[in-house]
C-alpha cells in the first residue's frame, strides 16, 4: 500500500471517528444514547394507573402494557385495561412508524367496537390522566433540538440536564420538555413539560423507583403532576418480562377487538394478582 | 408672637394634608366580588366552586365583517387565540381553533380543536361555516346563527381587582391588533369589559367633578363673602379632609370602589356647608364691629353647638350605612363619617388661629345675594306663621298624591342601565346578544353524595330534563352540561348518526366514554371525581329583578324534580348579583332605622323634650319620603349606587332643622317670647342655612352632568332631598311650631 494511500485512510479513518464529534452536539449524542436505551425488543408488564387528586380517595387501573420495538423507529404498543369492572377490557393499540404519524386505535368493550382515534390529538389526556397520547408514542430524538444545560442530582443521582425543542412547533403537544437523564442508566429521572411557549411548566414526571430486570433499567414507579391543578397519575409496574419474542399479530387490531386472543399472549408471570 | 406661631402651626398642618395624593395609595378596584361579605353562603359556595371549575366572568370579542371564514382570519384568529393565552393571568381562550370538538368518521373517532390549521386544510372555506354551526358548543358561543359572526371567549384566572381586569383587556386587544384582526372586531362584551368601563366612569367622574364642585363651591363663597382668605381657606380645608379620609381605606384594607368614588364630593360638599356657618359667623361678628380673636370667638361661639349637633347628626346618619351587609357601603358610611368630624375638627380647631392671625378686615355686609335671601327666607316665615294650617294641608296633600310613587320603586341593579344607550358596552352587549347568546352567566350545581353519581344514567337523565326545561324558558338562551359531552361521544362513535345523540341506555359504555374522553372542556363541567357537575346557562337579561325571577323559577323546578341522592345549588355571576340585590335591601331598611334611631337619641338629647325630638325627626324623614317619591316617579331604582341615600340624606338634611330649631330655643331661653324668638332665629340663621342648600345642591346637582347613571343619581337625589329639607325646615317647621308651642305666654 502507498504511503499516500495509508494517509488517505488515515484520514478518512480520523475523519470518519470524530464525525460525531463534529455532526452532533453532546446533546443529540446524548438524546440519541437515551433513545437507544437498551429495553429489549419486546416487553410485557402488568401495573397499576393511580390517579390522586387531593382531598379524594385515588382511583386505581389495572392494566397489562405490551410493547415490541419492530424497527429502530417503528414501535408498537397495546394497553388492556383489567379493573375496575366498568372498564375492563377497554384497550388502546398504538403503532408509532417513522414513516407516518402514529396510529391509535381504541377498542369499548361496551360499543363492542375497535375505533381509530386520530393521530393529531398528541395534548389529548390518555383515559383521563395526566399522561398524553404523545407521552405514550415513541417520539424520535431527531424530532428536537437538544441543549444540555448542566449537571444535577436528582433523588441522590447524578443527571444531566437536557432541553428538547421540538423543530416543527405542530407535531408536538409540547413547546419543550427539559430532562434530567440519569448518566448510568440514561433514564430521564424528572422531565419538566413546557406548553404553549411558556415559562413555566405545566406539568412534572418524576420517577420514584427503578430496578434492573432481566438486564434492562426498569422504571418501576413513576409520578406525572399537573402543575396547575395539583392532580398526579402514578404508573407503578408490578411485574415485568422483557424479549419473550411477543408475536407481531398480536399489535393489531383484531387482538385489540377480541381481549380473549390477546390474553393467551399474557405470561402467566404477569398475571394481576 | 405665640398666636401668630400657632396659626403658622395650623397653617402648616393644613398644607401637609394637602400634599397627601391619596389616590395614588389606593387600591382601585371594583370587581363584583367587593360587593358581597365572604360570610355570605353564595359567596363561600362560589369560592368553593372555583377551586373545581373555572371562572365565569369573561371577555367576549365579536367578529364580523368580509373573509371571516377564509383561511387568512381563522389563521390570524388561531394566532391570536395562542399569543393572548400566553399571558399569565388569562387561564383559557376559546376560539374556534381552541375548542374541543367531538367527531366520528367511518372507522375512527376523535376529539379535536374544532377549526386549527389542519382543520383548516380539510374543509373547503364554503363548508367551514356550517362546520362550525354544527358544533352544539360553538353554536351560539362562538358563530352566531346566521354565520355571519365569529366570537373569541377570553378568561381570565380567578381574579378580584379590576385593574388586573383591565389589564387583560388591554393585552387582548394589543394582541388582537398584533394578529391583524382590529378591523374586524365589532364588539367587546362580558363581566370584564363591563366592569372596566365602571372603573374608567367612576374615576372620571372624581376627577372631573370634584375639582367642578369644588370651584363651584369656592365661586359661591367668594360671591357671598368676598374674602380671599376664606376662599384659600376653603380650598385648604377640602383638600386637607378629602385626603386625610381617602387614607382610611388603607389601614382598613378596603379598595376604592364605584361607591366609594362619590366621597370625595359628599366630603367636599359637607365640609363647605360647615365652613360656610363659620363664615356666617365670622362675617355677623364683623358686622358687630368685633376684631381679630373677639371675632373668631364669637362666630365659634355661634356656631360651635348647633355645629356638633350637625356635623354628630351627619356623621350619624351616615355611619348608620355601617349596617348595610355590603362591605363597599358599609366603609363608605364609616369613612365618610370619619371625613365629617375630621372635617369639623379642622374648622374648629385649625382655622381659629389662621383667621385670628391674619383675618383684619372687616367682612362686606352689604352683600345683595344674601340680602335677597334673608328677604325671601322672612316672607317664607311670615307665610308659615300666618297660615300654619294651610301650610300643613298643602303639606298633606301632597304626600298623599305623591305616596303612591315610592310603590313603583323597585330594588333592581342592572350594570348595563348604569351606561347611557350610545355608550360602547350597551352597544357591544346588544349586538353579542342579538348575534352570539346572553351574556350572563348563571349556573346549575348538581352534587352527587358519591363519586362517579353523576356517570350514573339516572342523573344524566335528571340533567338532560333540567336542561331542556331551561332552554325553554324565554330568559335562557344557551344551557350546556355534561350530558352534551356523552351524547356527542355516543354520536361520534357512531359515524355521527343523529339517532345516536342521545344518552346511552348501557352503563358501561357511559363509563367508557367518560373514561376515553382526553379533551380538557369536559372537566371544566364536572369534576374529575365526577360528583359535581354544573349546568352552564347564558341569561339575555340583565337585571337582578329579572335574574331572580329566573332563580325562583328554576328553583320551584329543581325542588319538585331533583328527589333522590342528588343536591342542587343555584350559583354563578348572575346568582351574586341577586344575592347583593337582597342584602341592598336589607342594607337600606337597617341604614334607615339605624340613622332613625340615632338621630332621634341625639335629637332627644339636644331638645330634652320628646314632643320636640319626634317633631325635627318627623322633619328629617319627609325629605327621605319626597327622595322615594322622586324614585318612583323619574323611575330611579334602588340600587347599588342609590342605596345609601337615605342615610346621608337624613345626616345632611337634620343640619339646618338644628340649626334653626337652636336659634328659636336659644331665644326661648334667653327671655324672648316665642314669636320673636322664632322670627329672630329664622332672620339670623336662615339666610345662612339657606346659602348652604344652595351651595350643596349645586354641587350635588351638577353631579348630574355625569355619563354614569349612579353619579347622576347620587346627585340628583341627594340635591333634590336637601332643597326638599330646607322647604321643610323654613315653611313647615314655623308653621308646626306655632301650631304645637303655645305662643300666648
Known amino acids: 500500500m502507498k504511503p499516500t494511500q495509508w494517509l488517505s485512510r488515515l484520514f478518512l479513518f480520523g475523519w470518519f471517528i470524530s464525525l460525531p464529534v463534529f455532526a452532533a452536539s453532546d446533546a443529540e449524542v446524548l438524546a440519541k444514547r437515551v433513545y437507544e436505551r437498551p429495553d429489549g425488543d419486546d416487553r410485557a408488564s402488568f401495573g397499576y394507573m393511580v390517579l390522586v387528586e387531593e382531598g379524594h380517595k385515588p382511583r386505581v387501573r389495572g392494566m397489562f402494557s405490551y410493547g415490541k420495538d419492530k424497527s429502530y423507529s417503528d414501535v408498537w404498543s397495546l394497553i388492556r385495561f383489567t379493573s375496575p369492572k366498568d372498564i375492563a377490557n377497554t384497550g388502546l393499540l398504538t403503532l408509532d412508524s417513522e414513516a407516518k404519524d402514529s396510529e391509535q386505535w381504541v377498542y369499548l368493550p361496551g360499543l363492542d367496537r375497535v375505533r381509530r382515534i386520530s393521530s393529531s390529538r398528541k395534548g389529548g389526556r390518555f383515559v383521563g390522566s395526566d399522561i398524553f397520547y404523545e407521552d405514550l408514542q415513541n417520539r424520535l430524538y431527531t424530532k428536537d433540538n437538544h441543549k444540555v444545560l448542566g449537571k444535577a442530582k436528582v433523588n441522590k443521582l447524578d443527571a444531566i440536564i437536557l432541553e428538547s425543542i421540538p423543530k416543527k412547533a405542530d407535531d408536538s403537544a409540547y413547546s419543550k420538555k427539559v430532562s434530567w437523564i440519569h448518566e448510568s442508566s440514561l433514564i430521564a429521572l424528572k422531565v419538566e413539560y413546557y406548553q404553549d411557549g411558556a415559562t413555566k411548566p405545566m406539568k412534572r414526571l418524576i420517577v420514584n423507583k427503578i430496578n434492573k430486570t432481566q438486564g434492562y433499567w426498569t422504571v418501576l414507579e413513576s409520578t406525572v403532576t399537573d402543575l396547575d391543578s395539583g392532580h398526579k397519575t402514578i404508573m407503578k409496574v408490578k411485574n415485568v418480562l422483557y424479549d419473550q419474542g411477543l408475536a407481531d399479530d398480536m399489535f393489531t387490531v383484531q387482538v385489540l377487538e377480541d381481549p380473549s386472543r390477546e390474553t393467551k399472549y399474557r405470561p402467566k408471570q404477569l398475571e394481576q394478582k | ?745
Open chain 2, 1 to 745: 408672637m405665640p398666636g401668630r406661631g400657632k396659626a403658622i402651626a395650623c397653617l402648616m398642618t393644613l398644607l401637609i394634608m394637602n400634599c397627601i395624593p391619596s389616590l395614588l395609595f389606593l387600591t382601585i378596584n371594583n370587581a363584583p366580588e367587593q360587593y358581597l361579605p365572604k360570610t355570605q353562603p353564595s359567596v363561600q359556595f362560589s369560592d368553593e366552586l372555583r377551586k373545581e371549575f373555572p371562572e365565569d366572568q369573561v371577555l367576549m370579542v365579536l367578529f364580523e365583517g368580509e373573509g371571516l371564514f377564509s383561511n387568512e382570519v381563522l389563521t390570524k384568529l388561531e394566532k391570536a387565540t395562542k399569543s393572548i393565552k400566553k399571558h399569565a393571568k388569562i387561564d383559557r381562550v376559546i376560539s374556534v381553533s381552541a375548542v374541543d370538538h367531538i367527531a366520528g368518521t367511518a372507522d375512527g373517532f376523535e376529539v379535536l380543536p374544532l377549526m386549527n390549521s389542519k382543520r383548516l386544510r380539510q374543509i373547503k372555506e364554503s363548508e367551514r361555516a356550517a362546520y362550525i354551526r354544527d358544533d352544539r358548543f360553538a353554536l351560539g358561543a362562538l358563530i352566531g346563527r346566521q354565520d355571519d359572526v365569529l366570537a373569541m371567549v377570553v378568561r381570565p384566572e380567578l381574579l378580584d381587582d379590576t385593574m388586573a381586569r383591565q389589564e387583560i383587556l388591554d393585552f387582548a386587544l394589543q394582541e388582537l391588533d398584533k394578529a391583524g384582526l382590529t378591523n374586524l372586531i365589532t364588539a367587546v362584551a362580558g363581566p370584564v369589559p363591563l366592569e372596566t368601563y365602571q372603573l374608567a366612569s367612576m374615576l372620571r367622574d372624581t376627577f372631573t367633578f370634584v375639582p367642578i364642585t369644588v370651584l363651584l363651591g369656592v365661586v359661591l363663597i367668594a360671591l357671598l363673602f368676598r374674602r380671599l382668605l376664606a376662599v384659600v381657606m376653603t380650598l385648604l380645608t377640602i383638600g386637607g379632609v378629602v385626603n386625610v379620609t381617602l387614607l382610611w381605606f388603607i389601614p382598613l384594607g378596603q379598595p376604592y370602589t364605584l361607591i366609594s368614588s362619590m366621597i370625595p364630593s359628599l366630603l367636599a360638599a359637607l365640609t363647605m356647608a360647615v365652613l360656610i356657618h363659620f363664615f356666617n359667623g365670622l362675617r355677623l361678628a364683623s358686622g358687630f364691629k368685633l376684631e381679630g380673636k373677639k371675632r373668631v370667638d364669637w362666630a365659634l361661639a355661634e356656631i360651635k353647638k348647633p355645629a356638633t349637633y350637625t356635623v354628630a347628626t351627619t356623621a350619624a346618619g351616615l355611619l348608620s350605612l355601617a349596617a348595610s351587609e355590603i362591605p363597599p357601603i358599609r366603609y363608605f358610611g364609616i369613612i365618610s363619617a370619619f371625613g365629617v368630624l375630621l372635617g369639623f375638627a379642622i374648622v374648629i380647631l385649625l382655622l381659629p388661629p389662621i383667621f385670628t392671625c391674619w383675618d383684619k378686615a372687616s367682612w362686606p355686609s352689604d352683600n345683595p345675594l344674601m340680602k335677597g335671601l334673608t328677604r325671601t327666607v322672612k316672607k317664607l316665615t311670615i307665610i308659615a306663621i300666618r297660615y300654619p294650617v294651610h301650610v300643613l294641608v298643602v303639606f298633606v296633600i301632597g304626600l298623599v298624591i305623591g305616596i303612591p310613587q315610592i310603590f313603583n320603586v323597585k330594588a333592581e341593579t342592572n350594570l348595563l342601565a348604569f351606561f347611557a344607550d350610545d355608550h360602547p358596552i350597551t352597544i357591544a352587549t346588544k349586538k353579542v346578544e342579538e348575534k352570539l347568546t346572553g351574556v350572563t352567566p348563571l349556573e346549575i350545581v348538581i352534587d352527587g353524595e358519591k363519586r362517579d353519581a353523576i356517570k350514573q344514567l339516572e342523573s344524566l337523565q335528571l340533567i338532560k330534563k333540567i336542561q331542556t326545561h331551561a332552554i325553554e324558558m324565554p330568559e335562557v338562551e344557551k344551557a350546556q352540561s355534561v350530558v352534551d359531552f356523552v351524547e356527542d361521544m355516543h354520536w361520534g362513535f357512531h359515524e355521527e348518526d343523529p339517532s345516536y345523540r342521545v344518552i346511552p341506555d348501557q352503563q358501561n359504555l357511559v363509563n367508557q366514554y367518560l373514561l376515553l374522553y382526553d379533551g380538557n372542556d369536559l372537566y371544566e363541567i364536572v369534576n374529575k371525581e365526577f360528583k359535581r357537575t354544573r349546568i352552564l346557562l347564558n341569561l339575555n337579561v340583565h337585571s337582578s329583578r329579572d335574574i331572580r325571577k329566573v332563580v325562583k323559577k328554576l328553583t320551584e323546578y329543581l325542588n319538585v324534580n331533583i328527589t333522590h341522592d342528588l343536591k342542587w345549588t343555584i350559583s354563578g355571576y348572575g346568582k351574586l348579583f341577586e344575592d347583593q340585590e337582597i342584602l341592598l335591601v336589607e342594607g337600606q331598611v337597617n341604614s334607615l332605622v339605624g340613622a332613625v334611631i340615632l338621630i332621634f337619641v341625639m335629637m332627644f338629647l339636644l331638645w330634652r323634650k320628646l314632643s320636640t325630638a319626634l317633631l325635627t325627626l318627623f322633619l328629617n324623614l319627609a325629605p327621605v319620603v319626597v327622595m322615594f317619591i322622586l324614585m318612583g316617579l323619574f323611575s330611579i331604582w334602588l340600587d347599588m349606587a342609590t342605596a345609601m341615600i337615605a342615610g346621608v340624606i337624613v345626616g345632611i338634611a337634620v343640619d339646618d332643622t338644628i340649626h334653626l330649631f337652636h336659634g328659636f330655643q336659644d331665644g326661648i331661653k334667653h327671655g324672648a317670647k316665642p314669636l320673636r324668638a322664632l322670627l329672630k332665629s329664622y332672620y339670623q340663621s336662615g339666610s345662612a342655612v339657606t346659602v348652604t342648600t344652595i351651595i350643596l345642591g349645586f354641587q350635588f346637582s351638577v353631579l348630574c352632568f355625569s355619563l354614569f347613571q349612579p353619579t347622576v343619581h347620587f346627585g340628583f337625589l341627594t340635591a333634590a332631598g336637601l332643597i326638599t329639607a330646607l322647604i321643610f325646615d323654613l315653611i313647615l317647621m314655623p308653621a308646626l311650631i306655632v301650631m304645637t308651642f303655645s305662643f300666648n305666654k
